[in-house]
Nanobody, 125 residues
């Protein structure tokens, strides 16, 4: 069993940065791939970024590539999402999700085993 808790969201101006954290419980967290997803009001949930369990591979949505960086510290059971050059269109609730299968994170979000409760990111123009 893995429990995920996101933090680090807030209200920022366009162009600013935020770092989201996803803290996990569970001794086997280091064996899970982790993804960040977001959902804006009236829109479907969308993939943002993912990282493999050993952090050897990272993946990004085209809309955030070059601005966002996903990383993990398995010793701290935490995954981070560094968000730079934030835009109003980045405003959403951000969720982290974990699954032992990276392919599930990348292509079958409805089947992901564990989700956090989300953290709000608001970007003013």
């Amino acid at each position: 069993q893995v429990q995920l808790v996101e933090s680090g969201g807030g209200l920022v101006q366009a162009g600013a940065s935020l770092r989201l954290s996803c803290a996990a419980s569970g001794r086997t967290f280091s064996t899970y791939a982790v993804g960040w997803f977001r959902q804006a009001p009236g829109k479907e949930r969308e993939f943002v970024a993912a990282i493999s369990w050993l952090a050897r591979s990272t993946y990004y949505a085209d809309s955030v590539k070059g601005r966002f960086t996903i990383s993990r510290d398995n010793a701290k059971n935490t995954v981070y999402l560094q968000m730079n050059s934030l835009k109003p269109e980045d405003m959403a609730i951000y969720y982290c999700a974990a699954d032992q299968a990276l392919n599930t994170i990348l292509g079958a979000a409805s089947k992901i085993a564990y989700w956090g409760q989300g953290t709000q990111v608001t970007v003013s123009s």
